[in-house]
């Protein structure tokens, strides 16, 4: 499965890079390719490729990657199959700190000179961080408490986004533009601190298999098989949330990634988390490069934001699931 799944991820991947405004034939797409590692980007395609395409397909895979690992690990840690990684409000802290900044960056000279990305990373940090202070009870973190909070705080920051739109309605477009979600102005830097984030985030979450299938059987049944789960669960919070908080930051907030990739992996080899992690993260990344590969051409040359696609076809397609389950139940 893991096998087969890499192979169509390499196949989504050469799509995405030949389809466009400007066809390139798969054959060019890998001629490209193998010419810019060698630093020789000298025809036509190799500029398209390189310099067009590959930033905001590779962004859009690694930020599909994080968004379902971010997913997965929080419905096996809350035991929650509606779990998904802005459970904590790490996506309204981030959309209000980005309204924030396109609404005011012109008149507060920190804000331009931090931009949208640095401000929305901070801000879905710091939400984060502040549902677990409310949350937490001495040296442990109830379940309930953290979801509470997280909703809570959520719901606080998108009234505070929604006033920020409606004092200046003149830049509400292009605040209603981020929160919606784009690999638009995707760059290599944007790929580079994503990717960094995922090479730290994917090793941890592969060694937390065993952890993430004690957590399905109870807390309480998982300290008894010896796993520290208060430690665990601030573990998987810190991660999750650095994972969450880069993909928002440099992509906008885009739905159902985290939720329905776990569910559709979960139902097509079972709850182990062995082979749910790796599938995982193979099919967040190719469900988002579709997902951008559609916004960009189903309406060419306008172009739609990619989170209402994911939003289209992540909805039918989790009730659909929702439906498979409870029919095998």
């Not at 509606?82 to 959309?95: H, M, N």
């Not at 979600?181 to 995707?186: L, T, V």
């Not at 739905?255 to 080899?269: K, S, Y």
């Amino acid at each position: 499965m893991r096998t087969g799944s890499l192979a169509a991820l390499g196949v989504v991947l050469l799509a995405a890079l030949a389809v466009g405004s400007v066809a390139v034939a798969p054959g060019d797409v890998l001629g490209a390719i193998l010419r810019g590692l060698q630093g020789q980007v000298e025809q036509a395609s190799d500029v398209i490729v390189w310099q067009v395409r590959a930033p905001r397909v590779l962004l859009a895979a690694v930020t599909g990657a994080a968004l379902a690992l971010a997913g997965s690990a929080y419905q096996a840690v809350f035991r929650n199959p509606l779990a998904d990684p802005y459970l904590l409000g790490a996506a309204s802290g981030a959309g209000f700190g980005a309204a924030v900044t396109i609404v005011y960056g012109a008149s507060v000279t920190w804000l331009a000179t931090l931009g949208v990305p640095t401000v929305a990373f901070v801000t879905a940090l710091v939400t984060v961080s502040l549902a677990v202070l409310m949350a937490r009870v001495g040296g442990t973190l109830p379940t309930v408490s953290l979801i509470l909070a997280g909703v809570v705080l959520g719901s606080s920051l998108s009234a505070g986004t929604s006033f920020v739109m409606l004092a200046d309605q003149e830049r509400t477009a292009g605040v209603l533009a981020w929160l919606l979600g784009s690999f638009a102005f995707a760059n290599w830097r944007d790929v580079l601190v994503l990717v960094t984030i995922l090479v730290l985030a994917i090793p941890a979450g592969l060694a937390a298999r065993r952890a993430f299938d004690l957590m399905l059987v109870g807390e309480a049944s998982a300290k008894q098989l010896g796993l520290p789960v208060e430690r665990f669960k601030w573990l998987v919070v810190v991660i999750a949330t650095l994972l969450t908080a880069a993909a928002v930051s440099v992509a906008g907030v885009i739905g159902f990634v985290g939720l329905v990739v776990p569910h559709a992996v979960r139902l097509a080899v079972g709850p182990e988390h062995r082979e749910l992690i790796p599938l995982s993260i193979l099919w967040g990344a190719a469900f988002l490069v579709l997902a951008d590969l559609a916004a960009r051409t189903v309406l060419a040359p306008a172009e739609l934001p990619v989170g209402v696609v994911t939003s289209l076809v992540g909805g039918p397609f989790f009730l659909i699931l929702l439906r498979r389950s409870r029919m095998r139940a």
